[in-house]
């Protein structure tokens, strides 16, 4: 029987992420200071980073290496499978070849314990005891709760409301490992009883949440803030996905056509296709697509914009596709896609033709998950279907051409806290939206000035 499934040993681990900015052909604009829009300082970050995240946020050294302690922790799961969709393959009837990076292997059940471990660690050793972060659909939320519990440290978690109450099952897994989790906007903080004081039935969002985490983080001394996605330094921890890759690549003696990822703030998508992306600016690279929800199309339909990366302005302003920063979206099931903002980085390499980008309604995302599930046996997550869905258009156009493509997706995190949205989409109760354009211009008038220069 041919090998469908491509495992590498403990000992396959990279010993160090690979930093895109090395081999970027500019420079990704600088991030700005919330307050005076001037390029933010070391100083200016140090109220809620250590000092070993501040420096890898602004490095431009090829590689930066992967502390030991961290090693051992992500050994727990890593390296994840390579496999090869083979039931999915034949259901479509395609003649491409089609390949999943598993990252829904990882103990909370997506690729967020990458960087989580990274960030726990840091902090830890810059004597932190306490962080605060936010969270959408609740992947990031529980893999800093993880990782905090691993390095024994206290971990608040502001949870967008919508998420909160439509999987709280995330919420019970953040409590298993030591964390508190309130659903955002919450009483818990200033900007949060503003928000809730002028619309009480606010779905929130992952900007709100973000302000919340800030807000928490600036205010207490022992208290770090961390971030699951975004920022440079967290794409950077993600590389461990598309370095393994590369190895597993080579054990099935292929070459990639195109490399897909699903996009809200960017760090899953970045860490698989990081690694390629310099063979893609030279002209031999595979071809590297964003799949995103229709609800929150940042990149399809935003800007290329200095924006706050929160939505009340505490945060750091960043070069960005962006919707803008007072942008709340539907309350879709796929909630770690809800963000107006991408990472620089991914935006930069947008904006320079390195990568194209996909929008997708819910139920056509669903309708590719449950094809999933029912011929890989693998219930995604709601996120993850967005990338799936792009790889099966893929392969249905190879289908009409008959080119024998290899196509790789991430995927980003299994769905066994999300089967209320499953409920919903087999119950057809789903709802597609379509986001009115005002909408879209009403946010992006409201853009803040950066002075960069």
Not at 255 to 269: E, K, P, Q, T
Not at 382 to 404: M, Q, S, V, Y
Request: net charge negative.
């Amino acid at each position: 029987m041919q090998d469908h499934r491509f495992i590498l040993s403990s000992n396959d681990i990279p010993h160090a992420w690979y930093n895109i900015a090395a081999d970027l052909p500019e420079l990704v604009p600088p991030h700005c200071h919330p307050a005076t829009g001037k390029p933010l300082t070391p100083d200016d970050m140090k109220p809620i980073f250590p000092d070993t995240l501040i420096a890898q946020e602004v490095s431009t050294e090829r590689w930066i290496e992967i502390p030991d302690e961290v090693r051992e922790k992500l050994a727990i799961w890593r390296p994840s499978p390579l496999v090869r969709a083979v039931n999915l393959e034949k259901h479509l009837k395609t003649p491409a070849r089609i390949y999943y990076k598993n990252e829904g292997v990882s103990p909370a059940g997506s690729h967020k314990p990458n960087t989580a471990v990274a960030q726990a660690y840091y902090n830890k050793q810059a004597g932190i005891k306490r962080i605060a972060t936010e969270t959408g659909a609740g992947q990031w939320g529980s893999s800093l709760a993880f990782a905090c519990d691993l390095f024994g440290i206290e971990c608040k978690v502001y949870m967008v409301k919508v998420s909160y109450h439509q999987k709280p099952y995330r919420r019970s897994l953040m409590q298993l490992w030591n964390a508190s989790c309130v659903a955002s906007p919450s009483q818990d903080t200033k900007v949060g009883r503003e928000i809730l004081a002028k619309d009480p039935d606010t779905t929130g969002s992952l900007g709100i949440a973000i302000s919340e985490a800030v807000e928490d983080a600036a205010s207490h001394d022992d208290t770090n803030y961390a971030l699951g996605s975004v920022l440079n330094h967290v794409c950077l921890h993600q590389t461990i996905i598309g370095l393994e890759l590369k190895k597993q690549l080579a054990l099935a003696e292929e070459n990639v056509d195109v490399l897909i990822g699903c996009a809200g703030g960017g760090s899953n998508l970045a860490g698989l296709v990081f690694p390629y992306v310099k063979d893609v600016l030279d002209g031999r690279g595979p071809k590297l697509i964003a799949s995103e929800p229709t609800a929150c199309p940042t990149l399809t339909r935003g800007k290329y914009a200095y924006d706050f990366g929160d939505s009340v302005g505490m945060a750091p302003m960043a070069c960005m596709f962006t919707l803008g920063h007072s942008f709340v979206p539907s309350g879709i099931h796929a909630g770690g896609l809800r963000y107006h903002g991408m990472a620089p980085t991914l935006s930069l390499m947008h904006k320079l033709g390195a990568m194209e980008a996909r929008s997708y309604h819910q139920n056509a995302a669903f309708e590719a998950g449950v094809m999933f599930a029912r011929t890989e046996g693998i219930c995604p997550a709601p996120e993850t279907n967005h990338a799936i869905r792009a790889a099966i258009d893929e392969a249905l156009r190879c289908k009409e051409t008959g080119e024998e493509k290899c196509i790789v997706f991430n995927f980003s995190g299994h769905g066994h806290f999300d089967l209320y949205s499953y409920d919903k989409y087999l119950a057809g109760e789903l709802e597609d939206y379509d986001l009115p354009q005002a909408n879209i211009d009403k946010a992006l008038g409201e853009l803040p000035t950066a002075h960069a220069e």
